[in-house]
Structures are given as structure tokens and as C-alpha cells.
């Protein structure tokens, strides 16, 4: 589903569950994805956060990505959070310490449609 400058897919496994999203990710479509996070939430399950696609993500959007963990955490699940190297979200996950209490998975290569 697309919401502005923001791009939601979402794929269900036995193991997991993947939010990929693309496009922007700040103060105008934060909330937007939040509440596709609450509504994907596998209780006692993982939730793959998949951010490779994202161009831009501002102080709001690193926010919203702490946001989701708690929520994760409060449902008893684990999350990932998936980013492109030397993209702009493993920069700022770099930058801000949120690699210390989210896992992160680094992917190379090219950023693919979700």
C-alpha cells in the first residue's frame, strides 16, 4: 500500500513477518508507520522491519523506529531491523546508538522495489 511518500508491503512466514518499506520516512508518514508496525505485531513471533528502500529518514522517523521496538517488546516479539550499507537509515542507526538495542541486519547491493 502506498500512503504518500511512504510504501507498505507486508509478508507473512511461519518465522516471521516483514514490513518492507520504501520511500520517506518522517514527521508527514511516521504514524503511518506505526500503525502498520501495531497491526503487523506476530505476538511472541519476530517483525522484520525492512527499511532498504528508504531514501529519507529524519529525527521523527528514528523516533518512530523506537517506537515500534517498545511496541514489539510490550507484545512479547522480537524485532529486526533491515537496512542498506552506507544508506541513510544505517547511518542514522549508526549515529543515534539504536544498533545497541535494536538487532540490525546490514545488507549490500542495490536497493530493491518492495
Known sequence: MTYGQLKIDRDTAPDATTLHISGEVDLATVDTLV?????AVPSGGTLVLDLVGVEFMDSAGVAAVNRCRRL???ADASMVLRCRAGGPVAQLVSWTGLDTIIDVEIVDGPVTPA
Open 72 to 74: 514489539i517488546t510490550a
Open 35 to 39: 500503525e502498520a508496525v501495531e497491526a
